[in-house]
């Protein structure tokens, strides 16, 4: 019983003291594991995957990624120095490179370090297209979503502990615990968690592409894209990601805000 509520009182503990400030939203989000841990891991994987994967460099393709990449990190800078956050970027250290691979995607680390796959190109099909694509992998490490992830697995596994510690005693209880368990945490709480990240992202990023001088609306023309060429997407609720359809309502109905707030920083024409 001490132990049980040892365990109780550490979870609580945890989550109270772990927390950050998304600047982008002003609510507070769990930091259990520091950038300071977390971003040197980040830039050491980053290298290391370049190294084993080709890099396109000096070609147009190349260049453009590097050019939005660029603008999308000044535009989010020009954001959070005006919303109070002079500093945030610190620690960040940018880089843009695009990879030959057929993969339809791209990805950013913690800490700045995006990639772009050659794949997704053909579906972006213009600069704006690849701002969305871009904007929204930036948006992931300025709200520190993988900081946020990290934090969320490890309640997820002391959750498990201080279950299978508080039933110790009676084995059978303990199995249907740790069935329910995995398959509440995963259903209820970290795939819906996910899923809020990537509209997030999603959010935050089209703030980011209208500041740095592109149409929003080319984000949802994007999505149409991706729609058109997906076959067997899992259901919403059994996906870490939103739906296509939930995406295009969501930018839509965000596209004039998005704009609004671009015309507070002076930008009044959109590059579609």
């Not at 945890?14 to 998304?22: D, G, L, P």
């Not at 190294?51 to 453009?64: H, L, P, R």
């Not at 709200?143 to 039933?167: C, D, F, P």
């Not at 935050?204 to 740095?212: C, F, K, P, S, V």
Request: net charge positive; charged share 15%.
């Amino acid at each position: 019983m001490i132990l049980r509520k040892s365990l109780i009182t550490l979870l609580l503990g945890v989550v109270v003291v772990a927390c950050s400030t998304n600047p982008f939203t002003g609510k507070q989000t769990l930091a259990l594991v520091p950038n300071s841990q977390i971003l040197p891991m980040a830039f050491q994987q980053y290298d290391q995957f370049l190294s084993e994967n080709k890099v396109v460099k000096g070609t147009a393709d190349a260049n453009m990624v590097k050019s939005v990449g660029q603008k999308m990190a000044a535009a989010a800078e020009r954001y959070l120095n005006a919303n109070g956050y002079a500093g945030y970027l610190t620690d960040y250290r940018w880089e843009y490179n695009l990879i030959e691979s057929k993969d339809v995607n791209a990805w950013c680390m913690p800490g700045g370090k995006i990639v772009v796959y050659t794949g997704i190109l053909p579906v972006t099909k213009t600069e704006a297209g690849l701002a969305a694509v871009m904007g929204h992998e930036v948006a992931h490490a300025l709200a520190n979503h993988g900081q946020q992830r990290m934090s969320a697995a490890q309640l997820q596994q002391l959750g498990a502990v201080a279950g299978n510690v508080a039933l110790a005693n009676n084995p059978e209880n303990q199995q249907i615990f740790n069935t329910a368990y995995g398959l509440g945490s995963n259903l209820g709480v970290m795939l819906p968690f996910s899923r809020s990240h990537e509209t997030e992202a999603d959010h935050i990023g089209l703030i980011l592409m209208a500041i740095a001088g592109y149409e929003p609306m080319a984000a949802a023309q994007l999505w149409e894209r991706m729609q058109a060429q997906s076959q067997g997407a899992p259901p919403e609720f059994l996906s870490t990601h939103p739906s296509s359809t939930t995406r295009i309502q969501n930018i839509k109905g965000w596209a004039a805000s998005a704009k609004a707030e671009a015309r507070k920083f002076g930008v009044t024409t959109f590059k579609n």
